[in-house]
């Protein structure tokens, strides 16, 4: 079924592919031919070999049936997308209305008659792969053979920047490529699980849009030198931060001095503010940071620097100094006097001590009560003006409740009465 249309038109006879497609579909259009689509078993497979020859004619007969065709893209393909879908509309004469990862939903036409489409030969047999020219040189990118051999050395030690899964969707593989070329001169990549045919394809896509120079594919692995050409992306890149080579250590001491020496720096070195060289000092003073010494640790002395700062960070944020507060200087040297009296140096205490003890603390127990209600007495003169007996009834509580009457007690009942099921 043609369409769709507005009401009153009808299909029209079309020969180019502007008359097929008919007039640009719109949003609500586009929600309505892909969302069922989306959990539609019915799909073409485009994988390592690209779009073939005889996946036209498999499009054109998913199209005799439905409006759009489903596309799942895997594979080498998927390096770039750009690249295939601009393939998928001119062979086919569709147009690219949804894409999703390496999903692509391709639209017909609103003029498309499945009589006038086409016609494809079946081919019966696979064609002779082309011959490429050689991908790894021994002296590429105008390196020497020496230089090209040390590059390749460094590359067996360098970690890859990412697995590549067998028959995956590689759509953000050259953006990390390019990512990872800012801070490295060699990106690896590791292609193990694949065949060697797909690695090179993608090695080779990666060579035109990165672009780059392949040194080696040894031990199913991509190694790759961004060249002599390369330029950043950035118009200046952002250095490294480290406190050595900002400076932080030195003027730490000397942040509240100003010198022009301060003033200038390098590229490796990066000038600190005063407010956070004083945040920098405060939470040194204060255990919250911690000053290595040492700044070429390995990862197990580095580990224990760490927890053993951190349990000296929570011993001293969790421990608070023990003091005593007294209404009266004199009692407090009096029951600490009686007290040192009472345990004696010969370790022997009788009834006789403890008695004393006890009344010492009663008598100043009840000095303090005593002084407690004198101030809440001055408290209630001095506020009697503001005093309202109205306040009374808003935090009155009503304790006059009979067990049962509650609300709560009234569910509990019909929870109780209602019968087992």
Request: charged share 30%; hydrophobic share 30%.
């Amino acid at each position: 079924m043609p369409g769709p249309f507005p009401m009153g038109q009808f299909p029209l006879e079309g020969k180019s592919r502007e008359e097929i497609l008919g007039e640009p579909l719109k949003k609500w259009e586009i929600h309505m031919l892909v969302k069922p689509m989306m959990s539609y078993n019915r799909q073409v497979n485009l994988g390592r070999d690209g779009l073939t020859h005889n996946m036209l004619e498999l499009i054109h007969s998913h199209w005799k049936r439905r409006r759009v065709c489903k596309i799942r893209c895997l594979g080498v393909p998927t390096v770039d997308m750009d690249n295939v879908c601009h393939h998928i509309e001119e062979k086919t004469g569709g147009k690219i209305i949804h894409r999703v990862g390496g999903v692509v939903y391709l639209f017909r036409g609103r003029n498309y008659n499945y009589s006038t489409r086409p016609q494809y030969p079946v081919m019966l047999w696979k064609p002779a792969a082309p011959v490429y020219p050689k991908l790894i040189q021994d002296a590429p990118g105008g390196l020497t053979k020496d230089e090209a051999d040390e590059l390749r050395m460094k590359g067996k030690s360098l970690l890859p920047i990412c697995k590549l899964a067998k028959n995956g969707v590689y759509t953000s593989l050259v953006k990390d490529v390019r990512d990872a070329f800012e801070g490295s001169i060699l990106v690896k990549i590791n292609c193990k699980g694949l065949d060697p045919s797909d690695y090179k394809k993608i090695g080779a896509k990666l060579k035109d849009l990165v672009p780059c120079v392949l040194l080696s594919f040894d031990d199913e692995q991509i190694l790759m030198w961004r060249g002599k050409d390369w330029k950043s992306r950035y118009p200046q890149p952002l250095p490294v931060f480290t406190p050595s080579k900002a400076n932080i250590v030195g003027n730490l001491e000397n942040s509240g001095e100003t010198d022009d020496n301060q003033y200038k720096h390098d590229g490796n070195m990066v000038n600190t503010s005063p407010k956070m060289l004083s945040l920098w000092k405060r939470a040194i003073q204060s255990s919250k940071a911690l000053l290595l010494d040492e700044f070429n640790l390995g990862p197990d002395a580095l580990l224990e620097k760490v927890e053993e700062f951190d349990t000296v960070s929570q011993a001293l944020e969790h421990s608070h100094p023990a003091f005593s507060l007294s209404s009266k200087e004199n009692d407090a040297e009096g029951s600490s006097a009686n007290f040192e009296n009472s345990y004696s140096s010969d370790g022997i205490h009788t009834e006789e001590d403890y008695a004393k003890f006890e009344d010492s603390y009663s008598s100043d127990a009840l000095q303090t009560e005593e002084e407690e209600e004198e101030e809440e007495e001055e408290d209630e003169d001095e506020n009697g003006d503001y005093y309202d007996d109205e306040d009374d009834d808003l935090y009155a509580v009503d304790t006059s409740a009979q067990p049962g009457s509650l609300p709560v007690d009234m569910i509990v009942k019909k929870l109780k009465q209602r019968p087992l099921e």
